[in-house]
C-alpha cells in the first residue's frame, strides 16, 4: 500500500472499516513495540482494526554522525508526527525517552503504557566477563551515544575511554563482539524487548547512572481533537507510570534539555508520594549537580517543576549552557567516533 510520505510502507491488515493507522520506526525494536501495542488494541477492541504503517525518520538515516551533533529536536519522531498532521496516519508509538517534552501544535501524548526495567545495562565483549562497570580496566573502550550516560560514567570512571556507537541494537552488538569496544551501555528495556535479555551483563545502579527521562515507557502520540482514538489509548494507560513519566518530562522541560543533553533521573512511588531524583552532569563529569524531591504524585507535574528550578540554583544551567556551546563547536569532550 502506496502512501504520500515519502518511505512510508504499510504492513495490511483484515479489516473491516474504519481502520486505525499506528505509525512506526521501521527499526526492529520499534516494529516490537508497535506490534505489541497493535495486539493490545485489538484485543481490547475486537471490533476495530489496527494497520501499522512504517517510515525512517531522520534519525534511522544519518548513522555516521553522532547524535549531539545532528541535534535532537523530533530526531526520532517528526516524519511520524507529520504523517499523523496530514491525517496519513492516526497515532504513532514511540520509545517515550526519543519522544520531545513540547510536541506539535495539534498533537498530544494519547497514552503512556506500563514502564519495563528503565535502567542503563552493561554489555561485555566475551573477555571481560568477569568485570562489573566499576571493575573494567583503565582504558577500556565502552562505547555510547548517549551524552546523559557519558558525562554520568565520567564522573565515576574518569579512567574509561568514551567511543560513539550508532546504529540498532544488532549492529551495536555486533561491532562489540567484534572487539571495536570492550563495553557498550545500552537501554535494559530495549533488549528484554528483543528478547536479548541474556546479553544483559549488568544493570547499572542508580547511584552511578539515572536513567533517561521515560526511559522503558513506551509513549503513544496522536491528534488532539480525535476523541475516537483518544478513548480508544486510555485502556492502555498505566496511570503509576504516567505520573513517574508526567514528573520526568516536566523536569526536563523546565531545564529545556533534549534527549542529546547530560540530564538523567529516577522516580518512584510510596504510596501516594512520588519520589524524583534528577541529576545535569558536566561531559567531563566533573560537576555533577543532583537532587530529590518528594510530593504527592497527583502533583507529577509541578513536582518536575520543582526540581528544575532547585537545580537550576545550584548551577544547572550554567552547566547546560556550556554543554550546548560545546556540541555546536565539536567539543573532543563530545564520545569520539
Not at 545532528?70 to 507529520?82: A, N, S
Not at 533521573?265 to 531524583?277: D, F, I, P, S, Y
Request: hydrophobic share 40%; glycine share 8%; proline share 4%.
Amino acid at each position: 500500500m502506496s502512501s504520500p510520505v515519502s518511505g512510508l510502507q504499510t504492513t495490511p491488515s483484515h479489516t473491516i472499516d474504519p481502520t486505525i493507522r499506528i505509525g512506526s520506526r521501521q527499526s526492529q525494536l520499534a516494529l516490537v513495540q508497535t506490534y505489541w501495542v497493535q495486539a493490545q488494541l485489538q484485543k481490547l477492541h475486537p471490533e476495530r482494526a489496527f494497520e501499522v504503517c512504517t517510515m525512517k525518520t531522520q534519525g534511522d538515516k544519518i548513522l555516521d554522525v553522532a547524535l549531539a551533533k545532528i541535534g535532537d529536536k523530533g530526531l526520532f519522531t517528526k516524519e511520524l508526527e507529520v504523517a499523523m498532521i496530514q491525517q496519513q496516519t492516526d497515532l504513532a508509538v514511540h520509545s517515550l525517552k526519543d519522544l520531545p517534552t513540547r510536541l506539535p501544535e495539534g498533537l498530544v501524548l494519547g497514552a503512556i503504557t506500563e514502564r519495563v526495567d528503565p535502567a542503563d545495562a552493561l554489555v561485555v565483549h566475551a573477555k571481560h566477563q568477569d568485570k562489573q562497570v566499576d571493575t573494567l580496566p583503565a582504558g577500556a573502550v565502552v562505547g555510547t551515544s548517549s551524552l546523559r550516560r557519558l558525562a554520568q560514567l565520567r564522573h565515576h570512571f574518569p579512567h574509561l575511554t568514551f567511543k560513539d556507537i550508532r546504529g540498532n541494537l544488532n549492529t551495536r552488538l555486533q561491532k562489540l563482539d567484534a572487539g571495536e569496544y570492550d563495553a557498550i551501555i545500552l537501554a535494559a528495556a530495549g533488549l528484554q524487548r528483543l528478547g536479548m535479555g541474556d546479553r544483559i551483563h549488568q544493570v547499572i545502579p542508580a547511584d552511578i547512572s539515572l536513567h533517561a527521562v521515560g526511559q522503558g515507557a513506551l509513549g503513544i502520540e496522536c491528534r488532539a481533537g480525535d476523541s475516537d482514538v483518544l478513548s480508544l489509548l486510555k485502556s492502555l494507560e498505566h496511570q503509576p507510570t504516567a505520573q513517574r513519566c508526567q514528573a520526568e518530562r516536566a523536569f526536563l522541560r523546565e531545564l529545556e534539555g533534549g534527549c542529546q543533553v547530560p540530564i538523567g533521573v529516577n522516580t518512584h512511588l510510596e504510596g501516594e508520594q512520588l519520589v524524583l531524583t534528577g541529576v545535569v552532569a558536566s561531559l567531563d563529569g566533573k560537576r555533577l549537580v543532583k537532587d530529590i524531591a518528594t510530593g504527592l504524585a497527583s502533583e507529577a507535574e509541578r513536582l518536575g517543576v520543582e526540581l528544575a528550578h532547585r537545580l537550576r540554583q545550584q548551577g544547572a544551567q550554567e552547566i547546560l549552557d556550556e554543554i550546548f556551546v560545546e556540541v555546536r563547536q565539536g567539543s573532543p569532550l563530545l564520545p569520539k567516533e
